[in-house]
């Protein structure tokens, strides 16, 4: 695989993985680095784009279904978390299952878009950086 057709497919998948489809980056980007260990800062810009477009669509998602979200949804245990702390909670906008939903939610709550964007990008870039020296490591 060329290193341009890997740093694409990792953008595609991470892209997806932000999603509320059920596809997960984490191998794809461990493999990636394993197989090209000189490009790391690509796939880390990658990937972090990637998924934090991903995430800024499921907030639009969540902005534009406003009223039509399930009361329960904001009443979890995410929802409580973004209430109480604000944008800073997307740190965790990586994390499974929830994130997509935390996404979802801070569109619906009305979150500004570039703070939430901020936040996403931040967490998705440690949590790919954390990856990525454990691939490099292992």
């Not at 341009?4 to 680095?33: D, K, N, Q, R, Y």
């Not at 499974?96 to 939903?101: A, K, M, Q, S, T």
């Amino acid at each position: 695989m060329t290193v341009l057709s890997s740093l694409w497919t990792m953008f595609t998948v991470s892209f997806l993985a932000a999603t509320v489809l059920p596809v997960g980056s984490e191998p794809l980007f461990i493999a990636l680095v394993r197989l090209h260990p000189g490009e790391v800062p690509a796939l880390l810009a990658v990937a972090t784009l990637g998924n934090t477009l991903g995430g800024l669509t499921s907030y639009a998602l969540g902005r534009f279904v406003a009223g039509r979200v399930a009361p329960e949804a904001a009443a979890s245990r995410w929802g409580q978390w973004l209430r109480r702390f604000g944008a800073p909670t997307l740190l965790l906008a990586w994390a499974p299952v929830g994130g997509d939903l935390l996404c979802l939610l801070a569109g619906w709550m009305r979150i500004s878009w570039w703070q939430a964007a901020l936040w996403m990008a931040l967490g998705k870039l440690a949590r790919y950086w954390v990856l990525a020296v454990g691939a490099a490591l292992w």
